[in-house]
């Protein structure tokens, strides 16, 4: 049995009365499904769109909504006293105000001004009220005492309006919950800072059909973009392929297939960012000619049996070349990533020292890649090279923890001070 399973970590899951309320039964399974002991804490309205039997099916545990309810057990102290983290999904605009205000008249809000261990909001409502000037200052008060009330996405909201304001899909919820748990509060201190980011693989065309790519799903790049969006940053992504990841809440999101349109899209945002994190794994090579049909297979055909190739722009050693003229401002941070493998010479954090020495970035996250490593998976962990010759080790993680643990060492760099 795995650490996780001996010792399940007890969370709240607490639900208000928002259309978005269906959303967490899928927040609940997946939590359940890692090993959490999850207990559902609804308001009576929530109970208006979900029914109780649904709660207690899923988590395993009955529901309760009222401080009257169990008084022998003190209910209402000890769910928030056990606790080691509480998310509430949806959070509508009326839960964040009794929040704010230290209501404390049923089991729900009962329970969060008891606790003392993470509180997650995940804000769901109609953009307008959203963006209410209450609705905002009640955010602003719940992040200052230490409460983390994450960005909500943008998208369909209920009947035909699209606006920020949606709830963000249980998966990304469920991994941000992982990251306070992990001890990763996620303040709301990046607010006015601009974050560019690349992310995923990029693809070279040889013919309309076959492409020259790479086993990099995007995820290691859209968990710092999720990351640096809760704490604050205004944040863009270029992404290449990334297996339709949902776009983490409040980054906004270029697409790009090839190195070359990576590099003009990096070029075109560069100069305005504060922070520049390569995180897409770049073609190295592209084929030199592209045909404009599908090339066959024959005897008579060789196209397919030897392909030339050339090289790549080089983003990173070309946007770290770009500071360093005064093309983008001095302090700006760029972070690179290396995906290596050892060899017969050296061991791929070697290989990794010798390309930051090349590069010239501030930072650089050293993965160790192979079958069935990095590449694809949930997890991650490595080496983060600084340009003072510090490793630090990172050790094995959601790829959200690995986002903020590298989130927390540009925190340290003495330019951002």
């Known amino acids: ?37 999850v207990r559902v804490v609804p308001t009576s309205n929530a109970l208006n769109f979900v029914g109780a039997a649904t709660f207690e099916a899923l988590s395993g545990h009955p529901v309760a909504t009222s401080v009257y309810e169990a008084v022998d057990q003190v209910q209402h102290v000890r769910l928030g006293q056990e606790a080691d983290a509480i ?20 089991l729900l809000t009962a329970t969060v001004l008891v606790a003392t261990c993470p509180v997650i909001v995940a804000p769901a409502m109609h953009t307008e009220m959203w963006l209410n000037a209450a609705t905002q200052a009640n955010v602003d008060t719940l992040r200052s005492r230490g409460i983390i009330v994450l960005e909500p996405a943008h998208g369909r909201l209920t009947g035909t309006d699209t606006g920020p304001g949606r709830l ?12 306070a748990l992990a001890g990763h509060r996620l303040p709301h201190d990046w607010a006015g800072r601009t974050v560019l980011i690349t992310a995923g693989g990029t693809q070279e065309n040889l013919d309309p059909v076959r492409f020259l790519g790479n086993r990099s799903s995007g995820r290691q790049g859209f968990a710092l973009a999720e990351i640096a969006a809760h704490r604050g940053a205004q944040v863009t992504i270029i992404a290449g392929d990334t297996e339709d990841l949902p776009v983490p809440s409040g980054a906004v999101v270029e697409k790009v297939t090839s190195a070359r349109e990576m590099a003009a899209s990096v070029d075109k945002h560069a100069g305005s960012a504060d922070v520049i994190i390569m995180a897409a794994a770049v073609a190295d090579f592209r084929p030199k000619a592209q045909a404009g049909a599908k090339l066959k297979k024959g005897a008579d055909d060789s196209a397919l049996a030897s392909i030339e190739l050339v090289e790549n722009p080089d983003i990173l050693a070309t946007t770290v070349q770009r500071r360093s003229a005064g093309e983008l401002a001095a302090s700006t941070l ?84």
């Open 1 to 37: 049995m795995t650490k996780q399973q001996q010792s399940p970590r007890r969370i709240i899951v607490g639900v208000s009365g928002g259309i978005a309320a269906y959303k967490a039964c899928h927040l609940v399974r997946d939590l359940k499904e890692a090993g959490d002991d």
């Open 168 to 179: 963000p899909e249980a998966g990304q919820i469920a991994q941000l919950v992982r990251v």
């Open 334 to 417: 760029i972070i690179g990533f290396a995906a290596e493998t050892g060899d017969e010479r050296l061991s791929a954090l070697e290989h990794a020292q010798a390309k930051l020495a090349r590069k010239g970035c501030d930072l650089l996250m050293c993965n160790e890649v192979g079958t069935g490593k990095v590449f694809g998976q949930s997890h991650n962990q490595g080496w983060l090279l600084a340009a003072d010759g510090r490793v630090t080790e990172i050790p094995e993680g959601s790829k959200h923890a690995v986002a903020a643990e590298i989130l927390a060492a540009v925190d340290d760099l003495a330019s951002l001070d």
């Open 87 to 106: 998310v509430i999904a949806p959070a509508t605009a009326d839960l964040m105000a009794r929040l704010v205000a230290g209501r404390a008249d049923d």
